[in-house]
Nanobody, 118 residues
Framework: QVQLVESGGGLVQPGGSLRLSCAAS????????VGWYRQAPGKQRELVAA???????NYADSVKGRFTISRDNAKNTVYLQMNNLKPEDTAVYYC????????????WGQGTQVTVSS
């Protein structure tokens, strides 16, 4: 069982930056792909950024060039650096860790609110 705890959300003005963190209770460095998702009011949860164990990344078109996903395996922590934030980035952001072999080992954090507004 892996527990994920997000932090770093908050209120920021358009054009500003935030860095989200996702701390895992156990090691997720070797066999877990990780990702950040978001869900805005009235919308479905969507993938924002993903990072595989082989260091491949995938970003939603809407955040390419502005967001960067990374991980610190020594700290069992995943990050999402968000720059040039826009009002449409407002959402609850969730961290996900998914085992590469065992489908049932699919863990989510509780979410952190990001609000971009002037």
């Amino acid at each position: 069982q892996v527990q994920l705890v997000e932090s770093g959300g908050g209120l920021v003005q358009p054009g500003g930056s935030l860095r989200l963190s996702c701390a895992a209770s156990g090691s997720i460095s070797v066999v877990y792909n990780v990702g950040w998702y978001r869900q805005a009011p009235g919308k479905q949860r969507e993938l924002v950024a993903a990072l595989t164990i082989s260091s491949s990344t995938n970003y939603a078109d809407s955040v390419k060039g502005r967001f960067t996903i990374s991980r610190d395996n020594a700290k069992n922590t995943v990050y999402l650096q968000m720059n040039n934030l826009k009002p449409e980035d407002t959402a609850v952001y969730y961290c996900n860790a998914r085992h590469v072999l065992v489908r049932s080992h699919d863990y989510w954090g509780q979410g952190t609110q990001v609000t971009v507004s002037s």
